[in-house]
């Protein structure tokens, strides 16, 4: 990996964040906690009934944005987690651009894929359970 300038190497990294403000901010305004926001819904529930691993994923974000970690769990205590693991990769890319040498994260462990697509499935089947105490992370 070459090295680069600081500022060219910053400039994607600095960019997503950009992006991730602009999209907080819409999140922010649009409030997905009250019902016939503007926000859309999500077509796996919209069309199937079914709760997909990513629904109340917005929610999650909006409570997470006003400090309320207890709601953001309730919502999608999974994107809770993987919103993290994703920082760490956006941080571990960012230092290996400004390096100029690859830094790991957790996307290059050997076992990410038969971790991550599992626990997706599970995450799809358990939070649709008609039951108690399962029935507790539809959302």
């Known amino acids: 990996m070459p090295r680069r300038s ?20 819409a999140v922010l ?15 796996t529930k919209a069309l199937a009934g079914v709760c997909c691993p990513g629904c109340g994923g917005l929610r999650m974000l909006y409570s997470l944005l006003h400090g309320d970690i207890g709601a953001a769990l309730r919502y999608n205590a999974v994107s809770f987690v993987f919103l993290g693991l994703f920082a760490w990769a956006v941080a571990a890319w960012t230092v290996s651009r400004v390096r100029g040498r690859h830094v790991r994260s957790w996307l290059h462990w050997k076992y990410t894929p038969h ?25």
């Not at 190497?9 to 907080?24: D, K, Q, S, T, V």
């Not at 089947?125 to 507790?136: D, I």
């Open 115 to 139: 971790a991550v697509i599992p626990l997706l499935i599970v995450w799809f089947a358990v939070r649709n359970l008609p039951f108690a105490p399962f029935s507790a992370l539809y959302v």
């Open 29 to 43: 305004l649009a409030d997905p906690t009250t019902p016939g926001g503007w926000l859309p819904t999500c077509p």
């Open 6 to 25: 600081l500022p060219a190497a910053l400039a994607p990294p600095l960019a997503i964040g950009a992006l991730a403000a602009g999209g907080c901010a």
